[in-house]
């Protein structure tokens, strides 16, 4: 069983910062693209940042020069550090990664719980 545990949400004020961090477990062979993605009341859930396995890296546009996401392969985890918050980050923050399962060999998406990140004014 493969999971992706997120930690490190939280409230903060304005022009903050916050670090989420994503940890996948379990048999995994390989772990190809991992992102963030977020979900604020009554929108639908965007990307926020990808990173590929070897570190090249894709942001929307209101977060680039703001967040920056990275990876530590050996760890089997992504981060993504938040500065310069703003409230309209606010959202439910999820991890996403492509990876290839040990049993297998087949390739599959996985998503962690979600994260609170609150940005007060």
């Known amino acids: 069983q493969v999971q992706l545990v997120e930690s490190g949400g939280g409230l903060v004020k304005a022009g903050g910062s916050l670090r989420l961090s994503c940890a996948a477990s379990?048999?995994?062979?390989?772990?190809?693209?991992m992102g963030w993605y977020r979900q604020a009341p009554g929108k639908q859930r965007e990307v926020v940042a990808e990173i590929s396995r070897g570190g090249s890296t894709n942001y929307e546009d209101s977060v680039k020069g703001r967040f920056t996401i990275s990876r530590d392969n050996a760890k089997n985890t992504v981060y993504l550090q938040m500065n310069s918050l703003k409230p309209e980050d606010t959202a439910v923050y999820y991890c996403?990664?492509?990876?290839?399962?040990?049993?297998?060999?087949?390739?599959?998406?996985?998503w962690g719980q979600g994260t609170q990140v609150t940005v007060s004014s």
């Open positions: 379990g048999r995994i062979f390989s772990i190809n693209t």
């Open positions: 996403n990664a492509g990876l290839i399962l040990a049993a297998t060999l087949s390739l599959g998406e996985y």
